[in-house]
Structures are given as C-alpha cells and as structure tokens.
C-alpha cells in the first residue's frame, strides 16, 4: 500500500482554507455530552485508554484512514448482515477513535433511521431530527451537535417509517452534500440498517464512497456475508469485513 502524498498534518492550501470556512459552522454547534452511564459501561472502550480493547479500533482507524486518503474518499457508510452483530457499537467507537487525532474532523450520522440507536445509545437529544433534516425542515445546527473540538454527530431517538423512500429522494441526498460543504469533515460515518433487514442500504450505497460490513462471531453466517459483499460490491467500494464479538483470552483483542 502506497503512502499517501499528504498526511492529515499537511493540508493542501485549498484544503486548509476550506477547514477555515468551516470553523463557523462547527463552533455555532450545540455541544452535547453523553450520559456518563454510558461512557462508563461495556459501549465504550476508545473514549480513554484503560480499556485495553482500545487498540484494536486505533488499529481500524488507521487502516481506514490510510484507505481513505490514498483513494481521496471520505463518506463511509457502516452496515452489517442482520440486527444484533455491534454495526453501532463499532460504528460510535470507530467515531470516538477518529476524534482522537486531532487533524481529523469525523462526522457520525445515525441512518438506521428505522430503528436509531446512537442518540438512544449516548443520551443525547437534539433540537430537531434527522427526518427533518434529510425533508430540508431544519438546519445543520439544529440537528448537528459537536461531541468535541473535532466529532460532530447527527442523531435522533424518532423512527421513521418509510425511510427508504426519504433516504432515496434527492432532496436527501441534497442536505447531506450541504452538510459535508459546510462543514468540510475529513470523515463522515453513516451507520445504516443491517443490509438483508430492509432496502434502505441499497439504495443510499452509491451516495457513499465506501462501505464497511460488520459480521458477529458465531452469529453471521457465511451464506450471508457472501450475499451482502456482492450485493454491496456491486453498489459502492467494499473496504472490507469487520468481525465484532470475538471472544480471546484476557490479555489479548481483537475485532
């Protein structure tokens, strides 16, 4: 694999002025700040480093920010199989990992939007909500809030029922550019619906640059990994498999 020609520590001029431009829009960000209930349990190991498990998503994160900047991508979207194998879990510690390098801005958005977890997850709750957003019934500040200097995140607890239709018009897709112009993050996470739950995925893939599949040991089949890396392959970059709950001895990780 081939270095890339700048690191996250030596902008382009263009670049850096757009991450000038942005300073506006992120500072005029709600903060929010998770439930330390939450912080404290078994969710969230990247948020310090007393959990040893930390390493293995410091490990993901470099990986996928190597990945990233070679082929000049930045939207990445987070799905798995079927419900139950961590895509969220992986997903908010991937995001809080990111936000551990400095020069990176990372932008987790929740569109699971069927079944959101993150908002739920963290204890958060935002003025408005994403339905809102993606209908163009908000603004960026009202459903965008900073978790830190550098981790903007975009959730809510409402369900919405027919959001594979809203996910696929173009006024949704339209927000989201916006979202990314103004705020210029070097990366955007959407965690998606499990990919053989609903139709959701498909049809938002190829508004992505990449995507991720989380499998769960002793859960995911191999009969449906197959099934999800073709039907995503053929839709978007896969950047590859991520096997969440592994079980290893004390002293090791894994993912």
């Given at each position: 694999?081939?270095?890339a ?6 902008f382009?001029e ?11 829009v992120?500072?005029?960000l709600?903060?929010?700040r ?7 349990g078994?969710?969230?190991v990247?948020t310090?480093?007393?959990n ?11 990986k996928?920010l ?11 979207a987070i ?6 194998c961590?895509?969220t879990f ?14 990176c801005?990372?932008v ?5 939007l069927?079944?959101p977890?993150?908002a739920k997850?963290?204890?958060?709750e935002?003025?408005?909500?994403i339905?809102k957003?993606?209908?163009?019934e908000?603004?960026?500040g ?26 696929q ?8 550019q916006?979202?990314?112009q ?9 965690d ?10 498909v049809?938002f ?18 009969a ?6 073709q ?5 978007t ?6 096997l ?12």
């Amino acid at each position: 694999m081939e270095h890339a020609e700048t690191t996250l520590h030596e902008f382009p001029e263009a670049e850096r002025l757009s991450r000038i431009g942005a300073e506006p829009v992120w500072k005029m960000l709600s903060p929010c700040r998770a439930d330390p209930r939450s912080v404290a349990g078994s969710w969230f190991v990247t948020t310090g480093r007393s959990n040893p498990k930390h390493a293995a998503f410091d490990m993901l994160r470099t990986k996928l920010l190597l990945a990233l900047q070679q082929k000049n991508w930045k939207t990445v979207a987070i799905t798995s199989p079927t419900p139950g194998c961590g895509k969220t879990f992986v997903a908010l510690n991937l995001a809080f990992s990111l936000a551990n390098q400095k020069d990176c801005r990372t932008v987790l958005v929740d569109l699971d939007l069927k079944r959101p977890q993150i908002a739920k997850t963290l204890g958060i709750e935002a003025p408005s909500t994403i339905e809102k957003y993606l209908k163009g019934e908000s603004e960026i500040g009202d459903v965008f809030q900073r978790y830190s200097d550098n981790l903007a995140i975009g959730a809510s607890k409402q369900a919405v029922p027919f959001s594979a239709e809203l996910l696929q018009t173009r006024g949704a897709v339209k927000q989201l550019q916006e979202m990314q112009q103004k705020m210029n993050p070097d990366v955007v996470l959407f965690d998606m619906p499990p990919m053989l739950s609903n139709d959701d995925v498909v049809g938002f893939l190829p508004n992505v640059d990449c995507v991720i599949l989380i499998a769960a040991s002793e859960q995911s089949t191999l009969a449906e990994v197959d099934i999800c890396e073709q039907e995503l392959s053929e839709r978007t970059n896969v950047l590859g498999v991520v096997l969440n709950k592994c079980r290893f001895a004390p002293e090791k990780y894994g993912y």
